[in-house]
């Protein structure tokens, strides 16, 4: 098993940054393809970034430009760094580690894009 802790999140101004990690323990996660989603009120859980294993990363379309997503096997760690945040990524944001059969979730953590 991989258990996942998110951190990071906090409250923001539009047009703000925050830097949201994601701690990996058990299991190694240098197998998984390593994720952030997102769900805000009302709303289904969507993708963020993935990153592969050998680094790849995907965007979300909305994303594209303002956020990036980063690995550190070595520490263990999955980073999502978010700039020109804008009222609509507000939304618990959720580290997913991913592989064929296994997948795992992280109790997410709450960020607020707020005048």
């Known amino acids: 098993q991989v258990q996942l802790v998110e951190s990071g999140g906090g409250l923001v101004q539009p047009g703000g940054s925050l830097r949201l990690s994601c701690a990996a323990s058990?299991?190694?996660?240098?197998?998984?393809?390593m994720g952030w989603y997102r769900q805000a009120p009302g709303k289904q859980r969507e993708l963020v970034a993935t990153?592969?294993?050998?680094?790849?990363?995907t965007y979300a379309e909305s994303m594209k430009g303002r956020f990036t997503i980063s690995r550190d096997n070595a520490a263990s760690a999955v980073y999502l760094q978010m700039n020109s945040l804008k009222f609509e990524d507000t939304a618990v944001y959720y580290c997913n580690a991913n592989r064929t059969f296994r997948t795992y979730w992280g109790q997410g953590t709450q960020v607020t894009v707020s005048s």
């Open positions: 058990g299991n190694s996660m240098t197998t998984y393809r």
């Open positions: 990153i592969s294993t050998d680094g790849t990363a």
